[in-house]
């Protein structure tokens, strides 16, 4: 264990970026309400762990700027243990344009960014071998060869260590294409003892296979020991150690769909670190779940641990 944390910790890699999200349905329009946010699936799972009271350590390249700094401000604030990079490129940036009440669309400006000069140099050999869990995500290889080599490192490190390795496929069409993800992450998936992907993102991993069992037992078929398959609204179903689970989703009215299937592995992966049993990460993935769909924003309305009983009961008024 790193000297900087007493107890079981998660190690994450990835770019933090900063999100402009439209606030009312429409095309952007000059004077729109535009509220900064902060976006990233990595950081969106530590501050997930963190807020659930486990202990997050994030690492990545951060410009030197501003918005570095807020990047930094906020994750701190979190809890989550920051080792970042500062470096003189910029922060992404990612606009969420609400362009009907049900469809948003997403844009990148994330080219030469901060986060995507990440190298494999960057990555701590002693945190990520002393983490209990590395968690790393499908979209951090998509920034470019740099980043994907680090990822890889920090993968290797892990592995070798006996650290536990988590993988959120996470595919994003915007940044390359599915034969290019396909030979990226194959690889890593050989490494990794636990993956998350959404239907598609197995559908993508599994050549053929379209029922959840199938594409489940497929990931496994690559090394690791336990694949989630996350179905949305129609809940997980999971492989773990060679027995199957289905976890139901938490009926909520859904607001914003973006940063789900991050609170998910969050909650998942916090339990896990809690070393609590496999109904139990599910259960509380699928409540990190709909805390992310039902409020504004990637993570902000993620529970305390606490609040985790506000959605696991029927009585919609706590009082
Ligand atoms: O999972 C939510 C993420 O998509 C969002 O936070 C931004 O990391 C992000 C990305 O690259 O899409």
């Keep these: 264990m790193s000297r900087r944390h007493k107890e079981p910790y998660l190690v994450t890699v990835g770019e933090t970026l900063a999100a402009l999200s439209a606030s009312r349905p429409g095309p952007l329009s000059l004077g729109a309400d535009v509220r900064l946010g902060l976006a990233g699936a990595e950081s969106n799972v530590a501050v997930g762990v963190s807020r659930l009271g486990g202990s997050a350590t994030w690492i990545g390249r951060v410009s030197d700027d501003a918005l570095g700094d807020l990047i930094l401000r906020e994750l701190r604030a979190e809890g989550v243990t920051t080792l970042p990079v500062r470096d003189p490129a910029p922060t992404s940036l990612l606009l969420k344009e609400r362009r009907t009440t049900g469809h948003n669309r997403t844009y990148y400006y994330r080219t030469h960014s901060a986060g995507s000069r990440l190298v494999p140099e960057d990555i701590p050999e002693d945190v990520v071998a002393g983490a209990a869990v590395l968690h790393v995500t499908g979209i951090t290889p998509a920034l470019g060869d740099g980043p994907a080599r ?13 650290v536990t390795v988590s993988l ?45 069992g199938r594409l489940a037992e497929g990931i496994c078929h690559f090394g690791p020991a336990s694949a989630v398959i996350k179905r949305g609204a129609e809940g997980a179903y999971a492989l773990i150690d060679g027995r199957s689970y289905r976890q139901p989703a938490i009926p ?19 339990e896990l670190l809690a070393g609590e ?18 409020t504004a924003g990637d993570w902000e309305g993620l529970p305390r641990r606490s609040e985790l009983r506000l959605l696991d009961h029927h009585d919609d008024n706590v009082r």
């Design 168 to 212: 959120d496929i996470n595919f994003r069409s915007l940044l390359w294409s599915e034969a290019e993800a396909r030979a990226a992450l194959i690889p890593l998936l050989r490494r990794c003892d636990l993956v998350f992907a959404g239907q598609h993102e197995a559908e993508l991993t599994v050549d053929g296979a379209k029922d959840p």
């Design 277 to 294: 049993p496999p109904e139990r990460r599910l259960r509380t993935a699928a409540l990190l779940g709909a805390f992310a769909v039902s």
């Design 150 to 162: 680090a990822v890889a490192r920090a993968v290797d490190i892990a592995a070798d260590a006996g």
């Design 252 to 270: 909520v009215q859904v607001h914003d769909s973006v940063g789900a299937g991050d609170a998910f592995a969050a909650g998942y992966l916090a």
